[in-house]
């Protein structure tokens, strides 16, 4: 049954000029300026101290190591608040009373009292440093500006090509900020691009007639612990002015938690699924991964591993696969997984692309 995606139009309705762009290339650019401002140590938690502002105009938080003063953002303030257990809005409500000196005292005590632990922060330096965020030492963070180079040699810069902003009711518009699906904030990333030339016949669309839907998928990921990075895939009719998806089919999703492990992760299960979404129009990702997992390799694995790919490259991702996994490959996934591992030391992008679109390429045996 045919459904109507409000994901992106929530977005398009919310979100403030400064956080809409018009390319992928612009959304890299501005996340790998920001990466380049921003340090992610890993400290004590007792490293830590919250001061009220000269005349009591607010709070900030002073890493005691690196004696930094830090300016917390309002999402910053609340993962702070948690971790000591101090609810958020009231210390808020103490600092919007002029009453800060009070508000960090009892955040201090919170920090003071509590068993010492490892806490990762987060601190971006812009000509002030603001605080992003307060997250656990093993905060799988995976980088916009990495999504973004993994999109860009695949998907092209978002608004040429097949792959880009969506049109209004089908047809091509000027990408603008207006009606852009390319949205990014301090704290998360939205993406939405779609094939709208390349349309998959669906027989039975509607009652006894066939139809052509178009192909789309939303990506998201924060790097400051807000939401996980999810992928979600879907066909669909078109697209109205205000960014609703009408007429959406075979709505699916892979969603990845910022464990320690979220990185490769990333690389390892996302990245061959979406060469696969971009090369094969009718294929279920999630469905063709899960197959992937169950379907064990029936011949000797060397000798079906220096087939697809060489006997030394073979030997090599195996080794790979072996050592991040703790076992040997023995399924199709794991192949897959074993060639998106083995890609990540391979310097030239080209090179790396052409690996990853070949290992992804297998899941279409799964599905």
Same mark, same amino acid.
């Given at each position: 049954?045919?459904?109507?995606l409000?994901?992106?139009?929530?977005?398009?309705?919310?979100?403030?000029?400064?956080?809409?762009? =018009?390319?992928?290339?612009?959304m890299?650019?501005?996340?790998?300026?920001?990466?380049?401002?921003?340090?992610?140590?890993?400290?004590?938690?007792?490293?830590l101290?919250?001061?009220?502002?000269?005349?009591?105009?607010?709070?900030? @938080?002073?890493?005691?190591?690196?004696?930094?003063?830090?300016?917390?953002?309002?999402?910053?303030?609340?993962?702070?608040?948690?971790?000591?257990?101090?609810?958020?809005g009231?210390?808020?409500?103490?600092?919007?009373?002029r009453?800060?000196?009070?508000?960090?005292?009892?955040?201090? =005590?919170?920090?003071?009292?509590?068993?010492?632990?490892?806490?990762?922060?987060?601190?971006?330096?812009?000509?002030?440093?603001?605080?992003e965020?307060?997250?656990?030492?093993?905060?799988g963070? @995976?980088?916009?500006?990495?999504?973004?180079?993994?999109?860009?040699?695949?998907?092209?810069?978002?608004?040429?090509?097949?792959?880009?902003?969506?049109?209004?009711?089908?047809?091509?518009?000027? =990408?603008?900020?207006?009606n852009?699906?390319?949205?990014?904030?301090?704290?998360?990333? *939205?993406?939405?691009?779609?094939?709208?030339?390349?349309r998959?016949?669906?027989?039975?669309?509607?009652?006894g007639?066939?139809g052509?839907?178009?192909?789309?998928?939303?990506?998201?990921?924060?790097?400051?612990?807000?939401?996980?990075?999810?992928?979600?895939? *879907?066909?669909?009719?078109?697209?109205?002015?205000?960014?609703?998806?009408?007429?959406?089919?075979?709505?699916?999703?892979?969603?990845?938690?910022?464990?320690?492990?979220?990185?490769?992760?990333w690389?390892?299960e996302?990245t061959?699924?979406l060469?696969?979404?971009?090369?094969?129009?009718?294929?279920?990702?999630?469905?063709?991964?899960?197959?992937a997992?169950?379907?064990?390799?029936?011949?000797?694995?060397?000798?079906?591993?220096?087939?697809?790919?060489?006997?030394?490259?073979?030997?090599?991702?195996?080794?790979?696969?072996?050592?991040?996994?703790q076992?040997?490959?023995?399924?199709?996934?794991?192949? =897959?997984?074993?060639?998106?591992?083995?890609?990540?030391?391979?310097?030239?992008?080209?090179?790396?692309?052409?690996?990853?679109?070949?290992?992804?390429?297998?899941?279409?045996?799964?599905?």
């Amino acid at each position: 049954m045919s459904q109507t995606l409000t994901q992106c139009h929530h977005q398009w309705a919310t979100r403030p000029d400064d956080e809409r762009f =018009v390319s992928l290339p612009a959304m890299r650019d501005h996340f790998q300026a920001r990466r380049d401002r921003t340090k992610t140590p890993v400290i004590s938690s007792r490293g830590l101290i919250v001061q009220a502002v000269q005349d009591n105009q607010g709070l900030v @938080v002073l890493d005691k190591k690196a004696d930094v003063q830090m300016e917390p953002t309002n999402w910053a303030f609340g993962q702070l608040c948690q971790l000591n257990e101090t609810p958020a809005g009231y210390m808020r409500e103490l600092g919007n009373k002029r009453a800060a000196p009070l508000a960090a005292a009892c955040l201090n =005590v919170g920090i003071m009292t509590r068993g010492v632990e490892e806490v990762g922060i987060m601190r971006y330096e812009n000509g002030k440093t603001e605080l992003e965020c307060v997250t656990g030492p093993n905060y799988g963070r @995976v980088w916009q500006n990495d999504v973004l180079d993994t999109l860009i040699p695949r998907f092209g810069d978002g608004v040429t090509g097949t792959w880009k902003v969506p049109g209004e009711f089908g047809r091509d518009v000027r =990408v603008t900020k207006a009606n852009t699906t390319l949205y990014a904030g301090d704290r998360d990333m *939205f993406i939405f691009l779609a094939d709208e030339k390349n349309r998959v016949e669906f027989q039975g669309r509607r009652p006894g007639v066939p139809g052509q839907l178009a192909r789309g998928f939303f990506l998201q990921n924060s790097m400051h612990g807000k939401s996980t990075l999810k992928l979600s895939t *879907f066909y669909f009719d078109y697209v109205c002015c205000n960014r609703f998806v009408w007429g959406a089919e075979g709505f699916q999703e892979i969603a990845i938690r910022h464990t320690s492990g979220a990185p490769d992760r990333w690389l390892d299960e996302v990245t061959p699924a979406l060469e696969v979404y971009r090369n094969t129009p009718t294929t279920n990702i999630v469905n063709a991964i899960e197959n992937a997992r169950k379907a064990k390799i029936t011949q000797d694995v060397d000798d079906y591993m220096a087939k697809l790919f060489g006997k030394n490259i073979g030997a090599a991702m195996q080794a790979v696969h072996v050592t991040e996994e703790q076992r040997p490959v023995e399924t199709l996934w794991d192949v =897959v997984t074993a060639a998106t591992a083995y890609a990540k030391g391979i310097q030239w992008q080209d090179k790396r692309v052409e690996l990853e679109t070949k290992a992804g390429s297998l899941l279409t045996l799964a599905s």
